[in-house]
């Protein structure tokens, strides 16, 4: 960081501290050459995905669009607030990871349900009869019958 009174390329970190939100960090900084110490504050940049939805309309990803769909699946359903929010930040993390502009919205579907399989089997069915839109109910009773056959 480059001191703004001198202009010197080098600065000692002297306090770090996370801001209210969360997503700012406020540094105290001293200039190596001249001693004078100043604040800098950054932001953390999050990459923009676009989501391409079925019907091919895009939007951007929303997070609170995404933890609605998963709230809804798990309404009266023994599972902590924690174990959503990690849910949600391991699809994050893997979308960051593919390195993609656009993701499809079938591929955070499928993430989902894969995570919500393995937290709450009413929650999975739940979220599947939506997001699978079932016909009927034999098609509701396949995707049980199979959640049954795979040991749960």
């Known amino acids: ?3 703004p009174y001198c202009q010197h390329p080098d600065s000692d970190v002297i ?20 001693g004078r110490r100043f604040t800098t ?7 923009s ?10 939007e951007p990803y929303d997070r609170e669009k995404l933890m609605r769909g998963v709230r809804t699946a798990c309404y009266r359903r023994p599972v902590p607030a924690q174990a959503l929010e990690a849910l949600a930040n391991d ?3 893997e979308l960051m990871a593919l390195d993609e502009p656009e993701v ?31 016909a009927d109910i034999g098609k509701l009773r396949e995707a049980v019958d199979e959640l049954l056959g795979q040991g749960h």
Do not use: W
């Not at 995905?49 to 895009?58: F, L, S």
């Open 1 to 3: 960081m480059r001191c």
């Open 15 to 34: 306090d770090t501290r996370k801001l209210h939100s969360g997503d700012t960090i406020r540094r105290r900084r001293k200039c190596e050459a001249c």
């Open 41 to 47: 504050y950054e932001r953390v940049e999050t990459v």
């Open 49 to 58: 995905i676009t989501v391409v939805k079925k019907n091919g309309e895009r």
């Open 91 to 93: 699809i994050e993390a």
């Open 104 to 134: 499809p919205s079938s591929l955070i579907g499928d993430m989902v349900m894969q995570r919500l399989r393995a937290i709450d089997d009413v929650a999975y069915i739940r979220f599947a009869s939506v997001y699978r839109s079932f």
